[in-house]
């Protein structure tokens, strides 16, 4: 309007100037209503604004007390919790990397062992006590304390929890809560508003807004099944396994990390989407354990000479490297070099899409593999079987499995986990290596005097196969105690045989 105004007013300075000039009279007849015109559009003109500006105030009034309301219906299912491990310092931990044992010994008193603490949030998602969160929050805690927004504080059981997700799920002796509500993530848009609900720095009942920045982030590199939130709420240390919530105050997401340089918050914030959340609980409760579906392919991304190879436009689909013996994929003939373009018709992006689509499917579903072949496009079914070694996500094994006189690695000294996409990075391990690599090692351990050092990969435990850290145990199991065992063992790329005899 000002400059429609300002235009119009330079139109008739101009006139006026050019008509004073030459016809006096006609200019002092005709401007005094355009004045009085220019001063009723500059009253109209304050009031417009004036009104326009109220209506602003009122519209953030509005959305200040839309966030108000979501606080209140979220944080009473938000909880903080405080994890307990007791960690058996090693000789790194309680000598120094750059010190011999006698340096320490002989001027400092190192405990055998101590406590590490931690702490995290929670989301009730059940008026039970069941609640979801990260599988970093609860993993390998010997003490698990849950405190309601109330004050309220319960001891935790671990129902179940999967690495390769980073989801968990536990559970307090409790009733009548106030549950969450769950939304569907699948709904969700990029530059919807969004809350993000937790604990950082162990202040409870913390709010932060942002927007969803991105969705279907699979390239972040924390877990082997990604397929992130990205949000620009502030999430901090202690966030993790908190709500992202929408303007409907349901929960679309658990907070699980930040991409930052500084250790706190710099803008790029990470949720595992509530619908992937939901079906890893639900199967943790249900089993204990998460039951993926399974092809059995070893598959890689194509680069720019691949994708011209093929007669693609652009880089898509995942290529077969090669097929594990007698899997679902072999039986159904799928071949080295085969790319999968499609699941179902669906196109696929790239192998971390396959990968997620194939897990999240149940085993015995049939799927309709798109594939090219020699150029040639071709449909292939695929029965799923179950992912081997699903059984380890679990917080509990059947009563069966259970054999508490057993050898377990820790009675040897070892602390295993499973090749995650962390170890692959941080170790330079190729997609096709398989085994349970020793994260950690006592130093005085059977394990460390039989020759096992911290970085090993186990392939072998006898004659078993290993694919997953309970396959270490479960292969223990077999033999008797006091018995000699043989270990094959991968180390800087090579295979290697070390025995020991298990603990009486």
């Avoid at 820790?410 to 290596?433: F, H, K, M, V």
Wanted: proline letters at 4%; hydrophobic letters at 40%; aromatic letters at 6%.
């Amino acid at each position: 309007m000002k400059r429609g105004l300002t235009a119009v007013a330079l139109a008739f300075g101009m006139l006026g100037t050019a008509v004073l000039l030459v016809r006096p009279f006609e200019i002092k007849l005709g401007l005094e209503p355009l004045r009085e015109q220019a001063l009723t559009l500059s009253v109209q003109e304050a009031d417009a604004r004036a009104e326009s500006a109220q209506e602003g105030i009122q519209s953030l009034r509005n959305q200040s007390r839309a966030f108000v309301e979501i606080a209140k219906e979220i944080l009473p299912a938000v909880v903080s919790i405080n994890s307990v491990k007791t960690v058996k310092a090693t000789g790194n931990e309680r000598n120094g990397r750059f010190f011999g044992d006698d340096f320490f010994n002989r001027f400092f008193d190192q405990p055998p062992s101590f406590s590490q603490r931690g702490s995290g949030s929670g989301v009730i998602v059940d008026r039970n006590g069941y609640i979801l969160t990260n599988n970093h929050v609860v993993a390998n805690a010997d003490e698990l304390e849950v405190v309601l927004r109330d004050g309220r504080t319960f001891k935790a059981s671990l129902i179940g929890r999967d690495e390769k997700s980073d989801v968990a799920v536990i559970k307090i002796d409790a009733s009548e809560l106030t549950a969450a509500e769950i939304g569907d993530s699948d709904h969700l848009e990029v530059g919807e508003w969004v809350l993000a609900c937790g604990n950082p720095f162990q202040l409870s009942s913390t709010v932060t807004a942002g927007i969803v920045s991105a969705i279907g982030r699979t390239d972040v590199g924390l877990t082997d099944y990604e397929d992130f939130i990205q949000t620009d709420a502030a999430i901090n240390p202690g966030n993790s396994g908190g709500a992202l919530v929408n303007l409907d105050g349901q929960v679309v997401g658990i907070n699980t990390a930040i991409a930052t340089r500084t250790g706190g918050y710099q803008g790029v914030g990470f949720a595992i989407p509530i619908n992937m959340a939901k079906q890893i609980m639900d199967s943790l409760i249900r089993d204990g354990k998460v039951v993926r579906g399974w092809m059995g392919v070893n598959i890689q991304d194509l680069n720019d000479a691949m994708t011209e190879y093929y007669g693609l436009d652009r880089p898509s689909g995942a290529l077969v490297g090669n097929t594990t013996e007698d899997s679902p994929a072999e039986r159904a003939g799928l071949k080295q070099g085969d790319l999968i373009l499609e699941i179902d018709g669906e196109p696929v992006k790239n192998v971390k899409e396959l990968r997620l689509r194939i897990a999240a499917l149940s085993p015995g579903t049939d799927v309709r593999l798109g594939i090219m072949r020699e150029r040639s496009r071709k449909t292939v079914t695929v029965r799923l079987a179950e992912f081997p070694g699903s059984e380890e996500t679990g917080g509990r094994q059947p009563a069966e499995e259970e054999e508490p006189n057993s050898i377990r690695p820790n009675d040897l000294g070892l602390a295993l986990e499973d090749i995650t996409q962390r170890w692959r990075r941080e170790l330079d391990l190729p997609s096709t290596t398989e085994g349970a690599i020793i994260a950690d090692i006592d130093p005085s351990g059977p394990a460390a005097n039989a020759g096992f050092r911290p970085g090993d990969i186990v392939i072998k435990v006898g004659d078993q196969q290993i694919a997953t850290a309970l396959d270490v145990e479960k292969a223990l199991r077999t033999v008797g105690k006091g018995k000699p065992v043989l270990f094959l063992i991968e180390r800087d790329g090579s295979e290697i045989f070390l025995a020991l005899r298990l603990p009486e």
